[in-house]
Each structure stands twice: as C-alpha cells, then as structure tokens.
C-alpha cells in the first residue's frame, strides 16, 4: 500500500503562500491524492484531492508532479486561521494518516 | 444539514468495561470509518465499512467491533476497555471509497483508567 511522506513542520507569515510538499513514490495508478487539515482540538477537514491534473478549490491548490511520485499543496495567502496540521493520503481506506506537516503562520 | 454526529463526545470507563460509540450521517453517504488519534499523532484506521452490509479490519481493529447497523449508522464497540484504547476517536463518511471527501464528526474523547 502506497505511503506519504511530509516535512513535520513549516512556518510561513501572515499573506504569503505557502508550498507544502508531499512524497508518494509507491503510489499507484488508481490512487487520489488527498489533503486534509487538522485545527487543534477539532476533527480534520477537507482540503482537496486529485488524480492527474493540477485541482484548484476556494481554499487551496493542488498540483500534481507529471509522474504522480509527489505533488504540493498550495494555500495562496495564508491567514492565522490556516495555522494547522496538513496531512497528504492516499487510499484513505486502506491506510491511516501520517503525522503531517504542522504550519505555522506569524503574524 | 448535522452532517457526521458522534456521541457520546466524552466517556470516562474502567478498565474491563464495554461501551459503543455512535456515528450516523445524513448526507447519504455509502462509506463509512472508524479513526483513533493518539496525542501529537496522525489519525489511525480502525475499521470501514465500504458500503452498507460490508465492514472490512483497518490499521489497528484489535479490541474494536463495528457494527453497520444501516446506511446512515456505524458503530464501534469496546468489549473489554483497556488503558491502551484512552484516545480521541473519530468516525468520518464519504460517498464512496478513495474518489470523494471524507467528512469528519468531532470526535470522542474516551478516557480509559
């Protein structure tokens, strides 16, 4: 079964972007990649997820390396409100979450 | 429009008892999932049910049953709670598996002594 790999932690100011990247080597044809986040105390919520093409939604960007062996979540202008934990999955039936990538956002 | 419901959202048990925690969706969805996140971990897969009548062992389904009592309800029993199993469990559904977005309740905090 496909595995992510994420950084643990990234730190960004307030209104700039801010690129997080996630490794799936091993990943295979039919797998979507999904990104999820986590605020503290509160259950994870949805980001956007992918196939093949680049996905853009009201909260972020998706784009996906031409191999599919990696791809990077893109939140445009971050805010103190996306202070949170990221997590990339594949599969997420089969597969539990990873650690993710903690974003931290200065004001 | 409620969503994931979870309850209860807190439970304290002794150890050797049994409790059932209850999820239902109403958003129609075929799949539903059982996660336990452990304190600064990442959420681990329990059980799923793909569709209703089906249920089908995640990551780490000793300890645990599940029960997918009809296509809005999943539950997770605890027949003999033991301190190992004090964590936040969260019940999450999707309209299928793999290519749609898992929705999330908030959660259980289950506390085992």
């Known amino acids: 079964d496909a595995k992510t790999t994420q950084p643990n932690s990234m730190e960004s100011n307030e209104e700039e972007p801010v690129h997080l990247p996630c490794n799936h080597s091993t990943i295979s044809g039919t797998d979507y990649i999904h990104w999820y986040r986590q605020l503290p105390s509160q259950g994870p919520e949805y980001v956007i997820h992918?196939?093949?093409s680049n996905v853009n939604n009201r909260m972020a960007s998706l784009a996906i390396a031409e191999d599919r062996k990696s791809s990077t979540l893109i939140l445009h202008r971050a805010t103190l409100r996306d202070a949170a934990v990221y997590y990339c999955?594949?599969?997420?039936?089969?597969?539990?979450f990873g650690a993710g990538t903690t974003v931290t956002v200065r004001a | 429009n409620a969503g994931v419901t979870q309850t209860p959202k807190f439970q304290v048990l002794k150890t050797g008892q049994s409790m059932t925690l209850q999820c239902a969706q109403d958003m129609n969805h075929n799949s539903m999932y059982w996660y336990r996140q452990d304190p600064g971990m990442g959420l681990r897969l329990i059980y799923y049910s793909a569709s209703e009548g089906t249920t089908d062992k995640g990551e780490v389904p000793n300890g645990y049953n599940v029960s997918r009592l009809n296509k809005r309800e999943f539950s997770l029993r605890l027949e003999s709670a033991a301190p190992s199993q004090t964590s936040v469990y969260f019940c999450?559904?999707?309209?299928?598996?793999?290519?749609?977005?898992?929705?999330f309740g908030n959660g259980t905090r289950l506390t085992v002594t």
């Open positions: 992918g196939l093949t």
């Open positions: 999450a559904s999707s309209e299928t598996v793999n290519n749609s977005p898992l929705h």
């Open positions: 999955i594949l599969s997420f039936y089969k597969l539990s």
